[in-house]
C-alpha cells in the first residue's frame, strides 16, 4: 500500500542528468508505480529535443519562466502557470526561451521519467554513459526519438 508523503521544498533527490538541475520529488517506487514527479530547473536554452512515451502520459506545470512547446507539429509558448497534457505517443519537447531560469513540475503517469533520468545521472557519475547508446537506453524507459 502507498503512504502519504509531504515532501518540503528543501527535500527530494536531486540528480544532474544531461548536466540539467532535476529534484525528484516522488519517485515510482513511492507511489506503487502510480506516477514519477520531478522539479526539473532548465538554463536559457536548454531543453530535451523532439520525443514520445508509448506507454507513458507526461504532464508538465510551468513555475518560473517561458518555455517554446513542440507539441504534435505545432509551436507554442507556455509560462508560470500554465498546465500542459501530453497523452501517449504526442510527440513534444520543449526549451527555454526566457533570459534566466525556468522550472516546472513534470508528472509521468505511470512512473518511469525518474527512473530513466536516474539511470542517465548515474550512469554520467560513475563514467559508464556512452552517448552512442543513448537511443538504446532512452528506449528502455520508453523514450523514442522519432526519425525525420
Known amino acids: 500500500m ?3 508523503k509531504i515532501v518540503h521544498p528543501d527535500e527530494g533527490e536531486i540528480i544532474h542528468p544531461f548536466g ?4 525528484v520529488l516522488l519517485s515510482g517506487q513511492e507511489s ?3 506516477t514519477s514527479i520531478i522539479l526539473a530547473t532548465h538554463k ?8 514520445f512515451h508509448a506507454g507513458q502520459d507526461e504532464c508538465f506545470f510551468v513555475l518560473e519562466g517561458e518555455y517554446e512547446l513542440f507539441v504534435a507539429g505545432q509551436t507554442h509558448r507556455a509560462g508560470p502557470g500554465t ?3 501530453l497523452p501517449r505517443n504526442t510527440v513534444h519537447g520543449f526549451r527555454n526561451i526566457g533570459p534566466g531560469d525556468a522550472r516546472m513540475l513534470d508528472w509521468s503517469l505511470p512512473a518511469g ?3 530513466y ?11 559508464s554513459f556512452n552517448p552512442e ?11 523514442y526519438f522519432p526519425t525525420r
Do not use: I, W, Y
Open 32 to 34: 506503487e508505480n502510480a
Open 20 to 23: 540539467l538541475h532535476m529534484n
Open 133 to 143: 547508446n543513448m537511443g538504446e537506453l532512452s528506449r528502455q524507459f520508453d523514450t
Open 117 to 127: 533520468f536516474r539511470t542517465v545521472h548515474a550512469q554520467q557519475t560513475d563514467g
Open 113 to 115: 521519467q525518474d527512473r
Open 44 to 51: 536559457p536554452g536548454e531543453g530535451p529535443p523532439p520525443h
Open 83 to 85: 498546465l500542459v497534457f
Open 2 to 4: 502507498t503512504n502519504a
